[in-house]
């Protein structure tokens, strides 16, 4: 609450169903504020996540996307979509391989998303720095201008790497219990 006060309008969250509870009733008294789903999205989640967020930063497979778009015709909302990369081709990680993303792009244009950039997490213990660089090249590829990536530990490197939408969420809450 003392962020709100203070202004600040860009929240993330992780997990829809404690989002719903932390926010619904602070959106409907801050209609300004912008809510941004960086977890991962399960299906039988859209309807719910569709209402709260603003953006889904998340979105990694044509099955999530025709749920997406069906969901937001049927509740009239635009939302704001981030494909989800999975940059380091990394197995137990989220994310559309980067040789299926053009394909993926197109699919997601078709069913009229609102596509606006990318998002990745980069694997742990490499240099996180080359992978923001390719970030950048497959946005500008696709003329997207919006990145989303970048954490509490490597956010300097992806800024300047041209990430539009950090996530620092540990560095200004702390560690979740």
Request: hydrophobic share 35%; charged share 30%; with cysteine.
């Amino acid at each position: 609450m003392p962020l709100i006060e203070h202004g600040h309008l860009e929240y993330g969250e992780n997990k829809v169903q404690e989002a719903i509870i932390k926010w619904t009733d602070i959106k409907l008294a801050n209609p300004n504020i912008k809510l941004h789903l960086i977890g991962k999205l399960q299906t039988n989640k859209v309807k719910f996540a569709i209402k709260l967020f603003d953006y889904i930063h998340s979105v990694d497979t044509k099955k999530l996307a025709k749920k997406i778009a069906d969901e937001k015709f049927k509740q009239n909302k635009k939302i704001k979509i981030f494909l989800q990369v999975n940059i380091g081709d990394e197995e137990q990680k989220s994310g559309i391989s980067k040789d299926k993303l053009n394909d993926f792009y197109s699919y997601c244009k078709n069913l009229n998303l609102d596509v606006v950039g990318l998002m990745c997490i980069p694997p742990a213990n490499d240099n996180a720095e080359k992978y923001f660089k390719e970030m950048t090249v497959l946005a500008k590829k696709l003329g997207l201008k919006e990145l989303s990536m970048g954490m509490s530990a490597d956010y300097f490197k992806a800024v300047k790497n041209s990430s539009t939408y950090i996530r620092i969420g540990s560095s200004i809450f702390g560690k979740r219990s």
